[in-house]
C-alpha cells in the first residue's frame, strides 16, 4: 500500500498542484511511476524531483530523479548516518574512502 506521508506545495501546474512529497510503500513496484513524459502523478498531484519513499518491506530509500526514475539512495544514506555517528565530515569521509581504495 502506497502512503503519503507528507507533501510540501510547491506551485501549480497544467492545472495540478507540484509537491515535493514523502512516500512509504510496502515494496519497490507500489512507487507511482513516471508517464511517457517523465512526470510521476500521485493522488492527483505532480511529484517534484526530490521527493522521497521509504521502501518498508526492504528498508530502502529511494529519491525521485528528474527523469521521473526512482533512484535507490540507500548506500548514501547508510552512509551519512554512519558519518553523524563518527563525527566526521564528508570531505574526510571521501578521503578516507580514497585511501582504502573504495573510491575511484
Request: glycine share 12%; with cysteine; proline share 2%.
Amino acid at each position: 500500500m502506497l502512503y503519503v506521508k507528507e507533501k510540501r506545495y510547491l506551485r501549480h501546474e497544467n492545472g495540478q498542484e507540484v509537491v515535493l512529497a514523502e512516500l512509504s510503500a510496502d515494496t519497490p513496484d507500489e512507487l507511482p511511476e513516471a508517464d511517457a513524459s517523465g512526470v510521476v502523478i500521485c493522488g492527483g498531484d505532480i511529484l517534484h524531483q526530490g521527493s522521497i519513499a521509504w521502501v518498508i518491506g526492504t528498508g530502502h530509500i529511494y529519491g525521485l530523479s528528474s527523469t521521473g526514475e526512482w533512484v535507490d539512495q540507500t548506500f548514501f544514506a547508510v552512509n551519512i548516518a554512519l558519518m553523524q555517528q563518527l563525527s566526521i565530515g564528508k570531505l574526510q569521509w571521501f578521503a578516507i574512502k580514497t585511501l582504502e581504495g573504495g573510491i575511484r
